[in-house]
């Protein structure tokens, strides 16, 4: 069974935190993103990356930045965790290439609390 | 990037066929168009995508305009558990973004 799994189901920070979000797939999939997802808003894609230590901004990229190591492992980052940060945050992984083969794998999700 | 639009809301009854539609007035010729829902609490999973022809899987056929301006996501038989956010969204043939709207919510009556 394909895996997208990120660190935490619930996570409560206090502002100004360096706040570190996991994510960790076990499909050998090239692309890797991280959304937030706010009551109202929606899907909203912060950052993704096509491949190792490569990556693109999205939508809303202010106040995060990624690390991409490894493959497998993508990480989200909130340098000093702010208030408006608090949201559900959504990790995917897929294929690379051309989107007939490149279905797209989601985390449960990390509800992140800032304080 | 292309846009989609859908109705904010939907409603349906248990055991009956539901049409969700998608206008993508902005398509174009390299875009595929997916289907994903994100049942409560859970996050997003692929429903189904395609290109020009109609798609059949088993969990639902995607419809698609000869002009490829539209699309329709239809359920066979809903079930309660088809309760969810459904979203269509455009991505290009080798685009690695993978871009939501606000999606449908669509609600299954018993």
């Known amino acids: 069974d394909v895996k997208v799994t990120q660190s935490s189901r619930y996570l409560v920070k206090r502002t100004g935190e360096k706040v570190f979000l996991e994510c960790v797939q076990d499909?050998?999939?090239?692309?890797m993103f991280w959304y937030r997802q706010d009551p109202g808003l929606g899907l909203r894609l912060i950052y993704f990356s096509y491949d190792v230590k490569m990556k693109e901004k999205g939508d809303i990229p202010e106040g995060y930045s990624v690390s991409r190591e490894k493959k497998e492992r993508f990480s989200l980052i909130l340098e000093s965790a702010s208030t408006n940060q608090t949201s559900m945050y959504l990790c995917a992984s897929s294929l690379f290439g051309r989107t007939s083969n490149t279905e797209a794998f989601f985390g449960q999700g990390t509800r992140l609390t800032v304080v | 990037d292309a846009k989609t639009t859908q109705p904010n809301s939907m409603e349906s009854n248990e055991e009956e066929p539901v049409h969700l539609p998608c206008n993508h007035s902005t398509i174009s010729g390299t875009d595929y168009i997916h289907w994903y829902r994100q049942l409560p609490s859970q996050g997003p999973e692929y429903v189904i995508h395609?290109?020009?022809s109609n798609v059949n899987n088993r969990m639902a056929s995607l419809a698609i305009a000869e002009d490829r301006k539209s699309s329709t996501l239809i359920l066979h038989r809903a079930t309660l558990r088809d309760a969810a956010v459904y979203y269509c969204?455009?991505?290009?043939?080798?685009?690695?973004?993978?871009?939501f709207g606000a999606g449908t919510i669509l609600r299954v009556k018993s």
């Open positions: 499909m050998d999939h090239e692309n």
């Open positions: 395609g290109l020009t």
């Open positions: 969204i455009l991505r290009r043939e080798y685009g690695n973004k993978l871009v």
